[in-house]
């Protein structure tokens, strides 16, 4: 899913569909930035979803 988001392979509404599942069903607060806006260049769709996957809130 994270791959078809990355290479726009759908349509619109389709993308937004898969945009809000992928939201919905991580705990990351800021999952669609691990996507858009990722911390190195060359990011593997695998890479995001584990990152997404594994997020653990600080609690303070």
Known sequence: MVERIINT???EEEIDEMI???ERNVPHPAALDLIFY???NE???EEIVEEALNYIAQIL
């Open 9 to 11: 392979e759908g349509t």
């Open 38 to 40: 990722p911390d190195k």
């Open 43 to 45: 990011v593997t769709p």
């Open 20 to 22: 809000e599942v992928f």
